[in-house]
């Protein structure tokens, strides 16, 4: 039984593109327009990615009282700025503000978080993109591991937008990381694990603790758990995803967490950020 760790995976992908940042002139545009505490640690956790590779962060954190113009008048000159190629969108945000709104005002190529109908469209058309980072990287940590999906039967425990319906479609793309059989469940799905038991590969992405047993999945299956979730264990705030691993030894693999998906998911992140500047340079 296999643990496929992100972190091997992450240096490969941030080995592959750091040459391309130009540090000290570079830019990323990060708007957190909410209160809510989650989001603002998830910003802190970027601002300090982006700065390691000599990215500079204009972390954008209005007060409660701001107007939707204000938010679309800093949009448009983040995309109007030359050295800025990418730009995040963190949730939830302020009650008043139209987010539909907001993320169809960044600029196509500067849209790192692969959000915008027009890349969640090239993503549908199988045509080159910026993909939402946390799709790509479920699939990555696989490949990386030499772990096909051509093939599998491939169950995912999850429907929001940016994770599961994302990922199925990366899954149905026509290559040996791709062409699996997908079923995607949800809330409303009845005996779901039945689902999961039948599969090849599991990816878990619902947002509940330990939702999952690992003991409930089929011998030689893989799982993969995208699930971030803080919970209290002897008086510590620990991290832990939608399976607990309670008993893996059957498995053939499994992503851990901390240290699978999530680590790995940054390294997408600064990928998507090169694309977008190189997409620039290259005027495509
Ligand atoms: N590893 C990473 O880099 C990364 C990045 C982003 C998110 N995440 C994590 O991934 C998880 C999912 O994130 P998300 O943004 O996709 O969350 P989300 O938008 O809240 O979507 C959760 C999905 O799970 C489904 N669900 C909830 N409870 C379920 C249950 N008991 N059985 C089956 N399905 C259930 C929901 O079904 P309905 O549609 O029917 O409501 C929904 O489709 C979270 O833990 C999040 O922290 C990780």
Redesign the pocket.
């Known amino acids: 039984m296999k643990v496929l760790k992100g972190n091997p995976v992450k240096e490969k992908i941030i080995s592959d593109v750091k040459n391309y940042i130009d540090a000290g002139k570079d830019k990323v545009g990060i708007l957190l327009a909410t209160d809510d505490k989650s989001a603002a640690v998830y910003a802190r956790a970027q601002v300090k990615m982006f700065s390691k590779y000599g990215i500079d962060v204009d972390l954008y954190s209005p007060t409660k009282d701001v107007k939707q113009d204000e938010i679309l008048s800093r949009i448009k000159k983040w995309n109007s700025d030359e050295n800025l190629h990418g730009i995040m969108l963190l949730s939830p945000m302020y009650r008043q503000l139209n987010r539909n709104e907001i993320v169809e005002s960044l600029e196509s190529d500067k849209d790192i978080e692969g959000i915008k109908a027009i890349n969640l469209g090239k993503l549908m058309l199988n045509e080159n993109g910026l993909f939402p980072?946390?799709a790509v990287?479920?699939v990555e940590i696989l490949k990386y591991y030499g772990i096909e999906t051509e093939g599998k039967n491939c169950v995912i425990?999850?429907?929001?937008?940016?994770?599961?319906k994302s990922l199925a479609i990366l899954l149905l793309r026509y290559d040996k990381m791709g062409n699996a059989t997908v079923t995607v469940?949800?809330?409303?799905?009845a005996n779901?694990k039945d689902y999961l038991r039948r599969a090849d590969i599991v990816f878990?992405?619902?947002?509940?603790a330990g939702?999952f047993k690992a003991s409930d999945f089929k011998e030689g299956s893989v799982y993969v758990d995208?699930?971030?979730?803080v919970v209290e264990k002897n008086g510590k705030r620990i991290i832990v995803?939608?399976v607990e691993p309670d008993k893996v030894e059957h498995l053939y693999a499994y992503t851990p967490?901390p240290g699978?998906?999530?680590t790995?998911?940054?390294a997408i992140l600064l990928r998507n950020y090169v694309e977008s500047k190189r997409r620039k340079d290259f005027n495509c």
């Open positions: 980072p946390t990287a479920s425990a999850g429907r929001s937008v940016i994770v599961g469940c949800h809330s409303k799905t779901i878990a992405a619902i947002g509940r939702y995208i699930g971030i979730n995803g939608d967490v699978g998906v999530g790995v998911t940054n």
